[in-house]
């Protein structure tokens, strides 16, 4: 099994036209796919080659209320924040000079060490943090687990433990079928 990135994360919006507006006219994401009616719309803004946010446009949904990236909620609780990448410092500041410009609020750079981030948010109100890796820095090759109060999963390091059971009950052959879902009949389902 081998895991491609994020293929896309899905947020909700009441105005699917700010939102067009935001992700794809001020940020410079291509709008590559959209499907619905009347309803309910989902639309999908291209980040790389293979990874996308998208949006379900809802009647009724409203903006998220204020909540600082990183701020710690009670109760019932999904999302904090979304990271987008990008390729360096010069490009943070492009992209800080953009969101000022077009009304938005940015904060500054933070350095987290193995990052730089500057955070704003999306017209839904949806925490967004800007982020570039710090050259010379890569978590990928050398790991750092600077938590001290570790509980015993991350206790047993970075790399995967033969913790969960094996499947034990694949599905058969005649099982293996796909069924259509949203956009099927628009971009071909494949046989």
Known sequence: MKFSGINHVAFATGDMDSTVRYWRDLLGMRLVAGHGDNSRRQYFFQIS????????EWPGVSRVPFKRHGDPVKGPFVFDHLSIGMASDEDLWHMADRLISAGFSCSNMMDHGFIHSIYTYDPNGIPLEF?????????????????????????????????WPPPDSPFSDDEKIILPGDGSDIFGLKK
């Open 49 to 56: 080659n293979t990874e996308f946010v998208s949006f379900f």
């Open 131 to 163: 982020s570039a890796f710090v050259p010379g820095t890569d978590i990928v090759k050398n790991p750092v687990l600077a938590d001290s109060a570790r509980g015993e999963a991350a206790l047993q390091g970075t790399e995967p433990v033969n913790f």
